[in-house]
């Protein structure tokens, strides 16, 4: 994983000029070994900004030619003698730190680098590239790539990149930015805004990420005024606190985040190393990341264009319920089995919507929701709007979702009762229009409908936005979280503690409770006094999982039985060949309901909440869910919400529930405990709950080597 820390994120409030400024704002532009011909590496950028108005200069660089493309070309950068914001450079691999060193002499502030052959390709290529890095670090200078395809700014019609995507599409203005690791997928993604109209605002690529990150492009969009929503491709995060600081900046301001994470799979990870030099880690870990952070994590380009149109024409729903009208009752069937598991809603319509719509409909059709209106719309196409102001007068209607299908003849009609509706109703509309005419789509985008060519596009998208509308309204109203509290830590671990001593590390936490337990030696007599029944289990630091070993004796009744449990353990590790450290007799507790906890500090992301469905059978079908530190209670009660057995930690067919806010702060506690130790990992397996107690019936720790 390349190191980046040239320019770390650490506030959401900015100040003064972004040092991206001169990047994605240049006013000068030097391309360094300009190429004559506008289909050359070098030579598209040239012809493209010449072609789409760039606003600013641009000076070719070449010292074996004094004109490129109509230009006046010069020998070096020094020799312009004017002010550059910004160099690309596109020469080989060995030409371009003297290229940067040689703009940083000269003043240049900004450099794009499509050269390829640095850590993506071998060690010496990693030299190549830290050295950028360095030189990044100490002028000051923002360093865009190598291996990157560039950055582009709609509004000014700077276009520093080589992309075929512009050679058939004109630059179209736009309020979506884009920031990929891949040039690829940039392409990719500029082609399909440039071709459905959406347009963009900025586009960066930031290749293999020498100096300038997708924390830092981030960071920047935020304070972008002509950027509202922010797409994103990532494959490996270099400055882990500095994009979740910038994903918390992106959700304070309103500005939604729309991920694609790629290396989920053991193939994908391995390409993503091949691809950028980037580590892929634990995808649940850059999963949890996200959706903490408020951004939304989609599997493909067309599911993030899905979302974006609710989100760019401000189409979400309000809530969760939702008024439907289909010309087609079998749709309308379709969009309330596609809702229900996506925690839509279709609630009947109130008494007097109902009554209201009755003059409005044909006298055949009986208001419901949803709302079969019939093809009578080729007769009457401005009912349309008319039924939807009676279903817009519940103002608890959260959204009106109309299904049609082709009728292209009254295409017309529909787009302008529509537009007229958008107008009248407080709700967002949103359209599934199957075989829409494309001048359709854009007629109604234009007025802020989004429109959707099918049911399970529309209905997970508008879920999605909604979920996530939530998690950002919820961080926006919280103040910003302290910075977690340097640890020491040189990635070495201690031997992983037996649990009778892991339990003795935890007696200094007060949030979680232990069984009354006792660790009896070989020769050691059962004290007195002990509750029972109690069970038995073999102490040995190098006997981590006791059960699977015969370990473990259960429902011990009394004291003699105790002392037969202890000699047969302990000649059971002497039959293994263990180090014994003894036999752990502790009070069996009635619970109700067990957990799976861990806190661990992850090489990547740091300190990390783990909460899982305890039992035998997790393994087999894992319940879990996982929390970067730091989190509130709150956030941890949300957590346990999503976890497919929180019905049954609520109470289910008369099993009782577990106090949930109880169980939240207790977490919550040994999070804030966790924090300030010097481990590597806690795991309690199972942490027991009965009301508003939980108890450690077993725990595993790791330590961390060097100091405390």
Known sequence: MSSNTSNPVTSSVKTGTHRLDA??????????????????????????????GYTGAIYPVNPGRTEVQGLPCYASIAAIGKPVDLAIIGTAAANVEPAVREGIAAGVKAFVIFSSGFAELNEAGRALQLRLTQLAQEHGVAIVGPNCLGVANSRSGLIATFTTALETHALRQGRFSFVSQSGALGAYWMDIVLASGIGFSHWITTGNECDVDAAEAIDFLVDDPHTEVIGLYIEDIRRTAAFRNALDRAARAGKPVVAIKAGSSSAGAAAAASHTGALAGDDALYDACLAQHGALRVASLTEMMDVARLLLHKATPLGPKLAVMTVSGGAGVLIADACEPRGLVLPPLKTDVAQSLVPVLPSFVHPANPLDITGNVLNDTPMIGRAMQCLAADKDTHGIVLFIGMMHSIADAFVEALSEARKQVHCPIIVIWVGALESSIQALEAVGIPVFLDIPQATSA???????????TAIARHPEAAPLASIHDDGQNAATLSEWDGKQLLAAQSAIAMPLGVLLKESDAVPGGLAYPVVAKLQSAELLHKSDAGGVILRIADKAALQAATQRLLALGKELGLSVQGVLAEQMLPFDHELLLGLRRDARFGPVLTIA???????????????????TAEDIQQALGRLRCAKLLRGFRGKPGADMDALASHIHQLC???????????????????????????ALITPMKGPV
């Not at 532009?29 to 493209?48: F, L, N």
């Not at 469905?613 to 989190?631: S, T």
């Open 613 to 631: 469905r305890g039992g035998v059978e997790a393994e087999l079908d894992p319940d879990v869910v996982n929390l970067l530190l730091p989190v």
């Open 672 to 698: 804030e405990w966790f924090k300030g130790q010097h481990l590597r990992e806690v795991e309690i397996n199972p942490l027991a709950i009965r009301g508003s107690e939980v108890f450690a019936l077993d």
């Open 462 to 472: 508008m879920s999605r936005c909604l979920q996530t509308a939530i998690t950002r």
């Open 23 to 52: 990047l994605l704002n240049a006013r000068s532009v030097a391309v360094v070994g300009a190429s004559a011909d506008p289909g050359k590496i070098t030579g598209r950028p040239i012809a493209y900004m010449r072609a789409r």
